[in-house]
């Protein structure tokens, strides 16, 4: 009881206790601070670090990897969007990201590793 009651203490002082965003979604959140914020940025309405399942973010898609805890972004699909920004390095970080669609936009930089 005493160990429960502490978890619940340490939980409401701090609400994001239980609850953190992959290392995927962190870099996707890179890619959407990359974004010229003059930019019409509504293809991220839902990107955002209180959204803790990154896989259903709009334009991303996943799939479960054995051995890896959480989903594996494999592709981002933001085409058309007329966004204007540089490509995050951060991106490098998505070992699973095998198609990255940006057609259609304004991004500069090369594609990272």
Same mark, same amino acid.
Request: aromatic share 14%; glycine share 8%.
């Given at each position: ?58 334009? /991303? @898609?996943?799939? +479960?990897?054995? *051995? $890896? ?5 494999? &592709?981002?699909? /933001? @085409?058309?969007? +007329?966004?204007? *920004? $540089? ?5 490098? &970080? ?20």
């Amino acid at each position: 009881m005493k160990l429960f009651l502490l978890f619940l203490f340490m939980l409401l002082q701090n609400p994001n206790f239980a609850f953190s965003l992959s290392p995927d979604g962190l870099s996707l959140l890179a890619l959407k601070s990359a974004v010229d914020q003059t930019s019409d940025i509504s293809a991220f309405t839902n990107w955002n670090k209180n959204n803790t399942d990154p896989c259903h973010w709009s334009g /991303i @898609s996943y799939m +479960n990897v054995a *051995g $890896y805890s959480d989903p594996c972004i494999v &592709a981002i699909a /933001i @085409s058309r969007q +007329n966004l204007r *920004g $540089y490509i995050p390095s951060k991106l490098g &970080a998505l070992i699973f990201l095998g198609g990255l669609h940006l057609y259609s936009n304004c991004f500069y930089g090369s594609i990272p590793l």
